[in-house]
């Protein structure tokens, strides 16, 4: 049994900003209603999933939102308590929080610092670029009192990554977002290009606030900062995505996954759904309260969600990114009144990306290839595996360089290239 994730959405959608392009806005008009996690339902659901996940030994939990710190410091406390009394010796336990990083202050640092928290920031850019969508509900940008949370998470040696949403504001600005990032020293970086859609109501087609043709050249641009001369210093998920499919390993990123495979969405109440993309009551696979976790995550209904992707519609067939792209995301399809389904919106911007960048990806795996057989042979894989390295410690290989920039670098030591050999 593959791992299972869970991801809670600790208030649903409130939110302490207003971003201009967020696709959980218009849900909030009107709204007065104060939304908050259930813990009677989590006392429910934590024994269930600590026993699901008990015989492949891992437990991974995803804290969203919204602005998911609204629902305080004082309930992780008492979740990640609850966490550790629930567990099965041996488990090895995750969790990732994605905020926005105003609310954080020293007591959270200390927390997530001590529990292991993996924090993704969210943050487009540089102020200028940053605050022109991202402000608050008084129509303040937010850049300041971001950048005010990654130095609390950085005091406390907290590990993040930073989130970017690509939209009008900074998709023609590739190089000053580099230029900004590796400034700030931020090495594991995703982009997402806004879409403007309802998750609430999956049977309507998405509106885009970029097209595919600025999107494909945003990428090639960004590639182009990324690759340096075959050896990139910094993660870029969406590459280090590629790069999995393109060493025929599976691909962490669903999008260009094999099958929709991602994580339970669990609603503040307890409402569970296949992806965060469709909480609608379609594809609501039941309820905490009166569903047992096993009987949703084997559901008939969650496997016709993970096998959605296909059969690839038409136009993906003879494609020959295919292998690589894997047909992008379902919900960026649009269903035609026959029922045939057209390529994903994106399509043009991965064909522009893929035709420009194949070449040096190529020689990327190689490269990965070569070093793969080099750990093989001095046996370092089972060093990492065994070990608990930190980013910082002195690298196993012996180099006396930090692992971070030996055999830990960002492209190196993704889990996939274990895996490819394990
Ligand atoms: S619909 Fe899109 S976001 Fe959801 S699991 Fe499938 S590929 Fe991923
Ligand atoms: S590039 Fe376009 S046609 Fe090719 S697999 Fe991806 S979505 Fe389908």
């Known amino acids: 049994m593959p ?6 959405k600790t208030v649903s959608t409130d939110c302490n900003l207003d971003c201009s392009y967020c696709y959980y806005r218009q849900s909030l008009e009107g709204m007065r209603v104060r ?16 026993e699901y996940v008990a015989d492949v030994g891992q ?15 004082d309930f992780f406390r008492w979740v990640v308590d609850l966490q550790e009394g629930h567990a099965r010796r041996g488990t090895a336990i995750s969790n990732a929080l994605q905020t926005n990083g105003v609310l954080l202050d ?28 991202r402000k608050d509900r008084g129509g303040h940008g937010s850049f300041r009192r971001v950048m005010a949370g990654v130095d609390v998470l950085r005091r406390h040696g907290v590990d993040f990554n930073c989130l970017c949403v690509v939209g009008p504001h900074n998709v ?26 309802q998750s609430t109501e999956p049977e309507k087609p998405a509106a885009y606030s970029i097209d595919p043709e600025e999107y494909g050249e945003f990428l090639v641009q960004l590639f182009d900062e990324w690759y340096q001369d075959g050896k990139p210093r910094i993660s870029i998920r969406t590459f280090d995505s590629f790069l999995q499919s393109y060493l025929g390993a599976p691909n962490e990123l669903c999008v260009h996954g094999d099958s929709c495979t991602a994580a339970l969405v669990v609603e503040y109440n307890g409402d569970v759904y296949p992806c965060d993309f469709f909480v609608h009551p379609s594809w609501r696979l039941g309820n905490i309260l009166s569903h047992s976790l096993r009987s949703m995550a084997e559901s008939d209904e969650r496997a016709r969600f993970v096998g959605q992707k296909h059969p690839l519609p038409v136009e993906c067939q003879p494609c020959e990114w295919k292998a ?4 992008g995301c379902p919900r960026n399809r649009i269903t035609l009144e026959d029922g045939r389904q057209t390529s994903e919106y ?35 894989i089972e060093v990492k595996s065994r070990s608990r390295l930190g980013r910082n410690d002195p690298c196993p290989c012996g180099s006396g360089r930090k692992h971070k920039v030996c055999c830990g670098d960002p492209v190196l030591s993704q889990s996939y290239v274990f895996r490819q050999v394990g």
């Open 3 to 8: 791992p299972l994730s869970v991801l809670f």
């Open 172 to 197: 023609h600005r590739t190089r000053e977002l580099m230029r900004f990032f590796r400034s700030e020293g931020f090495s594991h970086i995703q982009f997402m290009p806004a879409m403007d859609f």
């Open 324 to 327: 690589v792209c894997r047909g």
């Open 106 to 133: 020293d007591a959270w640092g200390s927390f997530l610092r001590h529990h292991n928290f993996l924090v993704g920031i969210s943050l487009d850019g540089p102020a200028e670029v940053h605050d022109i969508a």
């Open 346 to 380: 994106f399509c043009r911007s991965y064909k522009r990306f893929f035709s420009y960048a194949d070449g040096r990806l190529r020689s990327l795996c190689e490269r990965v290839i070569s070093r793969l057989r080099y750990l093989q042979q001095s046996q370092l």
């Open 59 to 73: 437990a991974g939990f995803a804290w969203q939102g919204g602005e998911p710190t609204l629902v305080g410091l």
């Open 35 to 50: 939304r908050r996690i259930d813990r009677g339902m989590l006392e429910v659901l934590l024994p269930q999933y600590m």
